[in-house]
């Protein structure tokens, strides 16, 4: 039987734990004052008392940024976009977590046409988390990890994609995690994941990973992996069984034991270079 990898969050979800959320924010005022403190704001501000919060739920769309960086806890995600139509620009800025593999970083659930770009994000347990969203774009993000030991699944995770349809990763630069992007369960698909750098640290496992979901035996189908540069894991990009017509295309990998595994036929290979490193 093929082999699968599992690195599942744990409970009967995807995402497991981590999607115990905070209470959604009802009113655009009040969105805009935790905003505030936590140092994000939107790009057209209105005025709101200020109200002393890292931790925040985005659940009204629009233009929001940050100007300073953001220290979250553990509890809850330090940014949690649950509406649609949302842009996020980090403006530079760097979320730092609580290390220890605790708490995620970005949180992108139940939406669609959100994007997060251009900053840095660093020490969470899931640094991004795109959960049964569409049309999401992560791009132009430099996402660090602490090289943890793996003692349990899942790994230090840069990017994970759970359930969900026309993803787009692309330019970001990932270091130092135990897995670098992470695609699950039979209801992603028309995904891109593209042209990013994906370098290992200490105790690396795998590049790219593309899985079935707990609760789901089917993995994601009809993606693209193309022009990505990973380095340093044990395997660069490994496929499920179930995973099945991806199209792994043009990458560069410089692995250890293996460059890329792939358990299903219905994958197409093409023009993908390797290097085995000593």
């Known amino acids: 039987s093929a082999r699968e990898r599992d690195f599942s969050a744990g409970g009967n979800e995807p995402w497991g734990e981590f999607l115990k959320g905070a209470p959604a924010v009802h009113t655009r005022t009040f969105i805009l004052s935790l905003l505030a403190a936590a140092g994000l704001a939107m790009a057209q501000p209105a005025e709101g008392n200020r109200v002393n919060r890292g931790n925040l739920v985005i659940s009204e769309p629009g233009m929001y940024f940050l100007d300073r960086n ?125 042209h990013n750098t994906v370098t290992a640290g200490m105790n690396p496992a795998l590049g790219i990973c593309y899985n079935p979901a707990d609760g789901d035996p089917q993995g994601p189908r009809g993606d693209v992996v193309v022009g990505n540069h990973i380095a340093g894991f044990p395997t660069g990009i490994s496929m499920s069984a179930t995973s099945v017509n991806n199209v792994i295309k043009e990458n560069t990998i410089a692995f250890r034991n293996a460059a890329i595994e792939n358990m299903s036929d219905t994958n197409k290979l093409v023009g993908n270079i390797d290097v085995k490193l000593p």
């Open 70 to 194: 953001i220290t979250a806890t553990p509890a809850t995600p330090a940014i949690d976009i649950m509406a649609s139509n949302v842009t996020l620009n980090m403006n530079g800025f760097t979320i730092t977590g609580p290390g220890g593999k605790n708490g995620t970083g970005i949180r992108v659930r139940g939406a669609q046409s959100v994007t997060v770009m251009n900053g840095t994000i660093q020490n969470f347990a899931f640094n991004v988390m795109v959960a049964t969203s569409a049309n999401v774009t992560i791009k132009g993000l430099s996402i660090r990890g602490e090289g943890l030991p793996i003692l349990s699944a899942p790994p230090e995770t840069a990017i994970m994609i759970a359930q969900s349809r026309g993803v787009v990763v692309e330019g970001n630069n990932i270091y130092n995690v135990g897995l670098g992007i992470f695609v699950r369960g039979g209801m992603s698909w028309g995904n891109r994941i593209a």
